[in-house]
């Protein structure tokens, strides 16, 4: 039995509770062409993965990587929950990436990059020239950065190929990097700078975007400054220009601190590194996500146990061959590009396509020209996307002679209809499409169809894939049965080799946030005890197939992108005139979920409108554009418990037009009327009930 989990009573609604509820939809199977040809076809994959078969399943991943030396224990367990995956084996992840490659592949394309601009050449990196690149940068790193294994470095780079260059020549020297999404501000930047510990910073001039260069290295300077602030001196800024020799930055170069790469690579031409061989264990990168306080956690990955399970899900999920040509438009500076950009498609020595810009530019049709321009067969992206080019050319992709055998799906609940539209528009009704659920913890997916296996079902992400044992739970800690039509909390049973080692410098904070509420003992040992919380709600059907609503705690999933509230809180109260700052995520029809932000404002503040602007401009400068809130509201009071929390479970109903609920245990119940008229108007809207058969997670009690 499960110790009994705390009920949570901090009195929010949750994305999950704000979920639609979508009808159980029909099965779609994939093509027999497809599942001639796929990587999996095998129903046995079932069973060598099956928790009999745990943990020893997972040699057939790491089998499909180099190893320097093999490993002595599959998984040792002695620091629960600090799970060590592959121990005593060694290997290199640029190796594994690049040079195992160049007896058969030299020639062949590891990166196409697709510069935003449409007059711009597209650029075929072959994996020849991607060792070159990689080799030089490395040396430049040791020598000239003095840049070693174990040391951190933070990278704030666009989508570029000289990104994946980086990573890897980082991972050659066991160098951990740590890549900001380039679209964060340089405060946000300095924050990761300050956790990481990072003296050196690199990043590059300008790239393009919606039409425009933008001058990107004036966010170093903001992060640099903003890092000393925090007690990080940042040494060396590397600046990587985005056309070689052509100054694209109003920034100015400070003298012994800023250097041009394209200038300080003509020192390392033809030079050559050796890959450091790494402990299985060694980490390969941080990436920080939000959590539910205010500091973005650093996701620290290991070398061996992710690139293994990288690779493995590549192969078998995404269905990645080294003769395909495959597209994920996603952002290298999130989990996503790392695992399905960069590393899972190098590593089997596939042909990746990065693409510079914004999808839409200059039209709709544009991602569907660089598809039949490339020959692209895979592709993959996020349901945010999905909407915005069915919104702005739904009739586009049939204009364009390309074909995909395999689609993908990720990052946000898919709704069935904009699902169909993907799969008959988009995917002309010939690729297996795959609903993938992960997160930046899990380094891989978790649930996902095997897509010559299983059926598809739009809306649903499917069952775990191969090696993965979900169980939900409610919070009391007991098992809610497949079929039973209530939602939970998912957890994961067993450890995997993707799972991220620990936060980074906070093990406290790993073990409380992903542990604690479900642990059967502290003290164990036993994988058994240690199921992994991944903060989602959600049910299962008859089927075993899964339904994912939305995250249970304090983060919002704007676009495919987790923002936590108390972040835009923070930030929100940065403002002079602002009192108190509550957030909170409201349904949106393009980018899934939106944050609201409700304000009061300090006695005697007269100007509403001006702080108004100012908490937007604020939430931009702390954190970026995409965490830019829908509304804020000026309220009067807010909604607050005997106790004086804020009730944002009250404005959260409010702004999704929701059944508001009991308020009368609140300390101030006449404000919860005069907040709704102010948000929804003098008229009374008609209340959606929120979903009847979804058990109501976290509420005051
Ligand atoms: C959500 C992105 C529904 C979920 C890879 C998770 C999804 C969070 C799906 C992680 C999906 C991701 N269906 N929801 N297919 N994929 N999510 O860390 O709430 O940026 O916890 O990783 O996105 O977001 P993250």
């Not at 689609?407 to 169909?420: A, C, Q, S």
């Not at 979920?593 to 409700?598: A, G, H």
């Not at 404002?601 to 937007?616: E, F, I, M, N, R």
């Not at 702004?655 to 119940?669: E, H, K, Q, R, Y």
Request: aromatic share 10%; net charge negative; charged share 25%.
């Amino acid at each position: 039995m499960a110790k009994k989990g705390k009920s949570t009573k901090s009195g929010k609604l949750s994305e999950a509770q704000i979920a639609v509820h979508w009808q159980e939809e029909e099965y779609i199977h994939p093509s027999p062409e497809f599942i001639a040809q796929a990587n999996m076809a095998d129903r046995g994959i079932f069973e060598r993965f099956s928790l009999d078969n745990f943990p020893e399943c997972f040699k057939e991943f790491a089998d499909l990587l180099t190893w320097e030396q093999y490993w002595q224990t599959t998984l040792d367990t002695s620091d629960a929950p600090c799970w060590k995956w592959f121990v005593g084996g060694k290997l290199n992840a640029s190796f594994n990436c690049v040079d195992r490659h160049l007896p058969k592949y030299k020639n062949k394309a590891a990166i196409h990059f697709v510069p935003e601009p449409e007059e711009e050449a597209l650029q075929a990196i072959t994996y020849q020239e991607l060792y070159v690149r990689v080799n030089e940068f490395a040396a430049l790193l040791g020598d000239f950065a003095g840049l070693k294994k174990g040391d951190r470095v933070t990278l704030h780079m666009p989508m570029v190929p000289d990104l994946p260059v980086t990573m890897l020549a980082c991972a050659r020297l066991g160098i951990i990097h740590s890549e900001v999404f380039g679209g964060f501000s340089g405060q946000a930047c300095a924050d990761r700078i300050e956790d990481s510990g990072s003296h050196v910073l690199i990043t590059m001039d300008a790239y393009h975007r919606g039409g425009k260069l933008i001058d990107h290295k004036v966010n170093a300077d903001i992060a640099v400054e903003a890092a000393k602030k925090l007690g990080q001196k940042v040494d060396k800024v590397l600046v990587w220009q985005r056309y070689p020799g052509t100054n694209n930055t109003q920034s100015k170069y400070v003298k012994g601190r800023d250097f041009a790469v394209n200038d300080l690579l003509k020192d390392f031409a033809a030079k050559r590194v050796d890959p450091v061989p790494m402990l299985a264990e060694d980490p390969l990168f941080l990436m920080y996500t939000s959590g539910t306080t205010g500091k973005p956690k650093g996701c620290q990955h290991s070398t061996g146990g992710y690139l293994a399970y990288a690779a493995g899900t590549t192969k078998f999920v995404q269905d990645v061959h080294p003769e395909d040509v495959y597209w994920c438009m996603a952002d290298i500076g999130w989990i996503t590009g790392h695992t399905y950009i960069v590393y899972g498609p190098l590593a089997l020595a596939a042909s990746s396509v990065i693409y510079e810009g914004v999808p839409v530019y200059p039209d709709p049709g544009r991602p569907w020209r660089i598809a039949e321009r490339l020959d692209v067969n895979i592709f993959h992206t996020a349901p945010t996307t999905v909407r915005m080019l069915r919104k702005a050319g739904p009739d586009e992709p049939a204009k364009y002679n390309y074909h995909f055998k395999h689609m993908t799906t990720v990052g946000e609940p898919i709704e069935p209809e904009v699902w169909r539209w993907y799969y008959d528009v988009v995917g002309k009704g010939e690729a297996a499409v795959v609903d993938t659920w992960w997160q930046t913890e899990t380094g891989g997916f978790l649930c996902s169809t095997m897509p010559a296996l299983d059926p598809m079902k739009p809306g649903s992400a499917g069952p775990a894939v191969p090696g993965i044992h979900p169980v939900i739970y409610d919070e009391n800690g007991d098992e809610i049965a497949k079929g039973a039509g209530k939602a939970g909390n998912i957890c994961i049973r067993n450890p995997w080799p993707g799972a991220f080692q620990t936060i980074w410098g906070d093990r406290e904070r790993y073990v409380s946030t992903y542990y604690a509420k479900f642990c059967r003992n502290p003290e164990s040992k036993d994988w058994r005890d240690w199921p992994y919380l991944t903060g989602d709600g959600a049910m299962q059907a008859e089927d075993g197939y899964y339904r994912i609503l939305g995250r249970l705690d304090d983060v919002i999933n704007v676009a495919g992108h987790r923002l936590g509230t108390k972040e835009l809180e923070s930030s929100a109260l940065t403002v002079d005139e602002i009192a108190e700052a509550a957030v909170v995520p409201v349904a949106d029809e393009l980018k899934g979920r939106v944050p609201e932000v409700y304000v009061s404002l300090k006695p005697g503040v007269k100007d509403g409108g001006a702080a108004q602007a100012k908490v937007v401009k604020a939430i931009e400068t702390t954190i970026g554009k995409i965490a830019r809130p829908r509304n804020v509201y000026i309220v009067p009071d807010m909604p607050k418990t005997r106790s004086g929390k804020i009730m944002r479970r009250v404005l959260a109903a409010i702004s999704n037009t929701l059944d508001i609920g009991d308020v009368m245990t609140l300390a101030n119940p006449d404000i919860v009327e005069e907040i709704r008229v102010l948000v929804q108007g003098e008229e009374k809207l008609a209340i959606k009930k929120g979903p009847q058969d979804i058990e109501r997670f976290g509420e005051e009690g």
